[in-house]
């Protein structure tokens, strides 16, 4: 659990650079958009960010801060898929995992989603900006870091011996011959626990 926390962390404070740098996400976002002559719809997945990056980004400032939020998605993704490894879940933090990797699906429509309080982002645009181009996607980090949060919350209050690091199937006749045990044709599972 603390290594999730420190990786937490870390990607807290990418954030918080990137965060800083919100008005220079939204220049680089308008000028790919203009490049790509895709002006009309708005930003509404990370598929159609790293699309601008690729192909419509002339400039290493708008190429930098696109990345920026692409490794920041990155990185809470793979978040995700240890968090489902290290708890083998309920029906809480089941609920709140699938409900971060659907944000965080590159083909996820993003449009509709908005940062509450105590975020700010929205805040920042421009009424036009925030309802009809940027809005989302300036929300899906915060809302996920949001997830990710509740879902440590939730696992911290479980008994200890539900947290795994690893689980391991193992047949039962590999485990037998290790432990010199007489053979049973049952599977077994077999868990490392914290």
Known sequence: ?????????????????????????ITALQRT??????????????RQVQSYMDHH????????????????CNDLSKLCQNLETLH??????????????????????????R?????DVVNH?????AKNHYGGVVSLIPVVLDC??????????LPRHMLCNVVKFIPMQKAQKQLSVSPNPKITFRATCV
Not at 33 to 46: G, K, L, T
Not at 59 to 67: E, G, K, P, W
Request: neutral net charge; charged residues 20%; aromatic residues 6%.
């Open 148 to 157: 990710v949060k509740e879902w440590v919350a939730h696992t911290e209050k």
């Open 57 to 72: 980004c002339n400039n290493s400032t708008d190429r930098h801060i696109l990345s920026m939020f692409l490794n920041i």
């Open 88 to 113: 083998p879940g309920n029906s809480v933090t089941n609920g709140i995992l699938e409900r971060c990797k659907l944000l965080l699906s590159h083909s996820n429509d993003l449009s509709a989603i």
């Open 1 to 25: 659990m603390n290594e999730v926390k420190e990786t937490l962390r870390n990607i807290e404070q990418n954030y918080r650079l990137f965060q800083q740098q919100q008005f220079t996400f």
């Open 125 to 129: 645009l421009s009424c036009n900006e």
């Open 33 to 46: 958009r203009e490049n790509a002559h895709d002006m009309i719809r708005p930003v509404a997945s990370i």
């Open 115 to 119: 940062a509450k309080y105590p975020h």
